[in-house]
Nanobody
Framework: QVQLVESGGGLVQTGGSLRLSCAAS?????????MGWFRQAPGKEREFVATINWIAGSTNYADSVKGRFTISRDNAENTVYLQMNNLKPEDTAGYYC?????????????????????WGQGTQVTVSS
């Protein structure tokens, strides 16, 4: 069974850093083209944060996090990371790891949560002002 398990969330002050991890079952990586991070704040829709192509390593970021967040993967550890620097209060949200078995070519498709068919349970990130 496919499993994605996030960790690394917590409470941090404005300007601080956190690194999120998403550990995946081995089957996930043989069947999926890309892994992504999304976030959802209370009362808001789930929004795209970043994605990485599992084979090529190419990445895509939301404008709101470019230059502050970095997505990476460790093939040997079956893990995807999200390094978050210079955090702001508006980054406060539940952060979710996702995997897709679709080959999403366009950036629009990569940012669409409906294109991802496996999700983790999420980890909370809270940034205090």
């Amino acid at each position: 069974q496919v499993q994605l398990v996030e960790s690394g969330g917590g409470l941090v002050q404005t300007g601080g850093s956190l690194r999120l991890s998403c550990a995946a079952s081995p089957r996930t990586f043989s069947n999926h083209y890309a892994m992504g991070w999304f976030r959802q704040a209370p009362g808001k829709e789930r929004e795209f944060v970043a994605t990485i192509n599992w084979i090529a390593g190419s990445t895509n970021y939301a404008d709101s996090v470019k230059g502050r967040f970095t997505i990476s993967r460790d093939n040997a550890e079956n893990t995807v990371y999200l390094q978050m620097n210079n955090l702001k209060p508006e980054d406060t949200a539940g952060y979710y790891c996702a995997a897709t078995s679709r080959n999403l070519v366009s950036s629009v498709a990569q940012a669409d949560p409906s294109r991802y068919n496996n999700w983790g349970q999420g980890t909370q990130v809270t940034v205090s002002s």
